[in-house]
């Protein structure tokens, strides 16, 4: 199940705007204009070279919730947009919240 961690509840708008405050051109463009055409693409990074793949999985903490942080494939490339994650056990498992997106 899908749950809401952290400060921001994502939306498919905000996933967007995250995704797209990634492009340089996507930034720059003006305010008020349609700019969903300068969003990166997510690739299926199942048609990736995988030794670009990079996925770390942190160590559980006291509850048993793990953190996890995933650079992003987008455009048909491995960037270093990385989506943090956070999987918190529940009775089916696991649920899984996107804490942040961020590049450093």
């Not at 990074?45 to 160590?59: C, F």
């Not at 992003?72 to 009775?91: E, H, I, K, R």
Request: charged share 25%; glycine share 8%; with cysteine.
């Amino acid at each position: 199940m899908l749950v809401q961690v952290g400060p921001v509840a994502y939306t498919a708008g905000k996933l967007q705007w995250a995704i797209g405050m990634y492009s340089r051109r996507f930034r720059e463009e003006k305010e008020g204009r349609d700019r969903s055409a300068l969003v990166p693409c997510v690739t299926d990074p199942d048609l990736l070279d995988t030794s670009g793949e990079k996925l770390r999985v942190y160590e559980p903490d006291a509850s048993g919730a793990f953190a996890v942080e995933y650079d992003m494939p987008l455009d048909g490339a491995w960037s270093d947009l990385t989506a943090s994650f956070v999987l918190l056990p529940s009775p089916n498992g696991y649920d899984l919240g996107l804490y942040d997106m961020h590049v450093l």
